[in-house]
């Protein structure tokens, strides 16, 4: 189905809804091509293509409100589908605060190609996809003899969406991506460590290709030998790949539900300062060829470049038109796009050879988080730092206390973005981190 017959299907869907009840009406048409294979043992472990096509709709009757989807994309079966879905949001309570966007605040056109797709996505041969797969883990084959096992694999996908509405949206969007990554276990003693590494890209000429196995067995090899340390406080280095984990609560903390539902640490701070000077974070939704990047959000809304904190001081929530409406705020949008922070002079090793006695954190066991007090408990693993120099694999350690302490006390960020992710996570160093082990 092409982009124009997409519109003209989603446009027919939409006025359907009207003209059966509904007053307002959004439709969205999606279709998605992804393909995937594992090795394992220099055989093919498992090979998946799928094509899927949806079309959603959101139905606003009578002061109702209701979503439904399907895959069905026959206009004879959609009339029934979109009847039915309306006949049945009448059961459903009234809700006030369920309405489409004001049109002042939809995308208009004419923005700047944010680049997120690769045009050339249909022309790679799938015997090259399988052998990128087979060379990730030819990396790590015969390398050691502690080896245990190896799998390797590589994904691609491609995701394509129309989406109108009644009260005047139209937009599209497209994006692709690319991705191999490389597990290795080895022989440790009484243990058996394991590790892994990923690359990915929204181009497949910009993916990276080599030396996915061989640091999958790198990292594995250096956990040989992990032990607990003694309970006690210290710095920590979190690893850029694993930063997200901590500062997910934030973004959680940000999002108009959590506040509506009191269940933010981070309610009523707008304009104060809740974190270290040192943290500042910009929600940048026009970087080129951005995972993230985009110009209108799922409910049609227009994206900015908005700060989120700004040397520690909150600027911004995510709230979308419904908590908008309840929470008596503007909408901004109800999810983030590239999340860019303010880098420090540093790289991983710097912020390493910085610290005196710590433990720089690679990975995290389990764990959570608690939304409303930002009180949190995670099990990690990672090397022990003694005078600036990694001297012992760690992991059975917990680390705890509170999100606004911890990014409180920020010691320094890191300048070694995490390019993989539209989080854009530099390591970052903690002081005074609370630790229990043996």
């Known amino acids: 189905m092409t982009k124009q017959e997409k519109y003209n299907l989603a446009k027919w869907a939409m006025n359907h809804a009207l003209e059966n009840g509904a007053q307002h009406a959004s439709v969205s048409i999606s279709n998605s091509r992804s393909s995937s294979v594992e090795v394992r043992e220099e055989k093919i472990d498992k090979l998946e293509q799928a094509i899927q096509s949806n079309l959603s709709i959101r139905l606003f009757v009578d002061n109702r409100y209701s979503a439904h989807s399907t895959n069905r994309l026959k206009k004879e079966e959609l009339e029934r589908f979109i009847e039915e879905a309306i006949a049945g949001t009448r059961y459903l309570s009234e809700d006030e605060f369920r309405t489409l966007p004001n049109p002042d605040l939809y995308y208009k056109g004419g923005g700047q190609d944010l680049n997120t797709l690769d045009n050339s996505f249909d022309t790679h041969d799938p015997q090259e996809k399988i052998n990128l797969a087979f060379q990730a883990e030819k990396e790590v084959l015969g390398k050691d003899d502690r080896i245990i096992s190896v799998s390797a694999s590589y994904y691609d996908g491609l995701n394509e969406r129309v989406m109108v509405t009644s009260n005047g949206f139209e937009g599209d969007t497209s994006n692709s991506y690319y991705g191999l990554n490389a597990q290795v276990s080895v022989k440790g003693g009484d243990a058996r460590p394991e590790s892994y590494w990923s690359e990915s890209a ?41 930063v997200s984990r901590l500062f997910s609560p934030l973004i959680s ?11 933010s640490f981070l309610i009523d701070k707008l304009g104060e300062k809740v974190f270290s000077e040192k943290l500042s974070v910009t929600d940048d939704p026009f970087i080129i060829a951005g995972r993230g990047s985009r110009l209108f959000d799922s409910e049609g809304l227009a994206t900015k470049k908005r700060p989120v904190f700004e040397n520690g001081v909150l600027k911004n929530y995510f709230i979308d038109t419904y908590y908008g409406k309840k929470l008596e705020m503007e909408p901004t949008s109800g999810s983030n796009t590239n999340l860019v922070f303010k880098l420090g002079d540093k790289n991983l090793d710097g912020l390493v050879a910085t610290v005196d006695r710590g433990i720089l954190v690679t990975g995290f066991n389990g764990g959570n988080s608690n939304g409303s007090t930002g009180d949190f408990s995670y099990g990690i693993e990672g090397f022990l730092i003694e005078k600036g120099k990694l001297v012992q694999p760690v992991s059975e350690m917990n680390i705890t206390g509170n999100m606004k302490e911890l990014w409180s006390n920020i010691g320094e960020i890191g300048n070694d973005v995490n390019e993989n992710s539209s989080w854009l996570t530099p390591s970052i160093l903690f002081e005074g981190i609370d630790f229990s082990g043996a």
């Open 202 to 242: 929204i181009f497949y000429d910009k993916l990276k290709k080599t030396e996915i196995g061989e640091k999958a067995l790198e990292r594995a090899l250096k956990k040989i030998g992990q032990k607990k340390l003694e309970s006690g406080k210290m710095a920590i280095v979190v690893e850029n790949r694993t």
């Open 253 to 263: 903390a940000l999002n108009g539900s959590a506040i509506q539902q009191k269940n």
